[in-house]
């Protein structure tokens, strides 16, 4: 099955600067790659996706890009600001018109520091 | 609409107790799938479902059953619980199944068990 690797588990950066998350996926058949933000006690919620046809993805301060060659894909966060604070989830999927679920990464702790 | 909901919010069991978690969602979506969270793990994967009468298994299936009567909801049971299962379960949903236009799975509040 497939396995999903995220870096680092702990991010402290502060207010206004950059955040980068990684993460590494082991099925080259993988072909849907979602973010997902979780504040303490609250539900997992998406935040961006992408897919294996597309390098990158932005949406305001978020972007995503994917390589497929190194199978490995990324977050990044400019002007963080302190309601960043959260943990995020990088996950992947198995494409091929089956239905199982996510993989997820096993999260990284993003702290702003004021 | 109310999105997905999940009942109870808490649960405290004794070990070899049986007990169902519920989730419902009014989105009309397809996918329904449970995952449990604990603490350093991410989100594992139960049990999934693609339709009303489908059901299959997903990474951790062992000690969970599942049913799909109707495409609203998306029953997880614990046949006879242990301290092992004490965790965070999520129900999410999805409009379709994947590889389709929209893939975004949408998670319910969850349901904090704690098996003693």
């Known amino acids: 099955g497939e396995n999903v690797e995220q870096h680092p588990s702990t991010l402290s950066v502060q207010e206004g600067d950059s955040a980068v998350i990684k993460c590494t996926y082991s099925?080259?058949?993988?072909?849907?790659f979602p973010w997902y933000k979780q504040e303490l006690g609250k539900r997992p919620q998406l935040i961006i996706d992408?897919?294996?046809?597309?390098g990158e993805k932005k949406d305001q301060r978020i972007a995503v890009t994917l390589n497929k060659t190194a199978k490995h894909f990324s977050l990044h966060i400019t002007e963080t600001q302190p309601e960043d604070s959260a943990v995020y989830f990088c996950a992947a999927r198995i494409g091929g018109g089956g239905a199982d679920g996510l993989t997820f990464g096993k999260g990284t702790h993003l702290i702003i520091q004021p | 609409n109310a999105g997905v909901t999940q009942t109870p919010k808490f649960q405290v069991l004794k070990t070899g107790q049986s007990m169902t978690l519920q989730c419902a969602q009014d989105?009309?979506?397809?996918?329904m799938s449970w995952y449990r969270q604990d603490p350093g793990m991410g989100l594992r994967l139960i049990h999934y479902s693609v339709g009303a009468g489908i059901t299959d298994q997903g990474e951790v299936p062992n000690g969970y059953n599942v049913s799909r009567s109707t495409t609203e909801d998306f029953p997880l049971r614990l046949l006879s619980a242990a301290p092992s299962q004490t965790s965070v379960y999520f129900c999410?949903?999805?409009?379709?199944?994947?590889?389709?236009?929209?893939?975004?799975?949408?998670f319910g509040p969850g349901t904090r068990l704690t098996v003693l």
């Open positions: 989105m009309n979506h397809e996918y």
């Open positions: 992408i897919r294996s046809n597309v």
């Open positions: 099925d080259s058949a993988s072909n849907y």
């Open positions: 999410a949903s999805s409009f379709g199944t994947f590889g389709g236009a929209v893939d975004e799975q949408f």
